[in-house]
């Protein structure tokens, strides 16, 4: 099947930091890719919509100029997390949307720990 | 907007009996019910997902079942096998053509299958 990989799968940073990162469709094109967020032990928290070539669409409470996402190509979005701290520590994933089945697909996660 | 429900939050069966997860949604206009099994530390897996159009759908051990008039729907697994032990969410979307809108998760239920 198709293959949205997420770099990096966990990172450590120091508190008032900026981290990226990327989501990328392997071998399809992402009209659309998701963010989200996870706590341990709960469900996954849609932080925003990203589309090619246009400003994400943000959830209700989520800032974004905390959470700066761009999608600047069919198999690529990221997602900065912008002055970093211990309270962003989270289990970061995003998916992609293949534009010519409609089927949506997960990276594997993007483990941000903020000390 | 969407909001969806799942219960239980924890089930725990004996190795070859059933297991049923259900899931209520509030906006009539969603048409699209994927379910997901989500290991620790993993990515999200759809296992079977389903479309207004269709109320009950079957894949080997899993079936997925849809009452669009009550707004609820149903994951079984029959003769459950350690293996299946995981978290499994629910989620609703309206799906239309080749585009999908947000997916609405449901807080998990943790299923443990006990040799």
């Known amino acids: 099947g198709a293959v949205v990989s997420q770099h990096p799968s966990w990172v450590i940073c120091k508190s008032g930091t900026s981290v990226k990162i990327e989501c990328r469709s392997l071998?399809?094109?992402?009209?659309?890719m998701f963010w989200y967020r996870q706590f341990p032990k709960q469900s996954l928290m849609l932080m925003a919509t990203s589309n090619e070539g246009s400003k994400a669409t943000y959830e209700q409470g989520v800032e974004k100029d905390k959470f700066l996402i761009n999608h600047a190509s069919l198999t690529l979005s990221t997602l900065t997390v912008t002055s970093a701290h211990p309270e962003d520590s989270s289990f970061y994933i995003c998916s992609a949307l293949a534009g010519n089945t409609g089927e949506l697909f997960f990276g594997e996660g993007s483990r941000l720990t903020v000390l | 907007g969407e909001n969806v429900e799942q219960h239980p939050s924890t089930l725990s069966v004996q190795e070859g009996d059933s297991a049923v997860i259900k899931c209520t949604y509030s906006d009539s206009a969603s048409n699209y019910f994927p379910w997901y099994k989500q290991e620790l530390g993993k990515r999200p897996q759809l296992i079977i997902d389903i479309r207004s159009n269709v109320g009950e759908k079957k894949d080997q051990r899993i079936a997925v079942t849809l009452n669009k008039t009550a707004k609820h729907f149903s994951l079984h697994i029959t003769e459950t096998q350690p293996e299946d032990s995981a978290v499994y969410f629910c989620?609703?979307?309206?799906?239309?053509?080749?585009?999908?809108?947000?997916?609405?998760f449901g807080k998990g239920t943790k299923l443990s299958v006990k040799p």
């Open positions: 989620a609703a979307s309206m799906r239309y053509g080749g585009s999908q809108g947000n997916l609405i």
């Open positions: 071998d399809f094109q992402a009209t659309t």
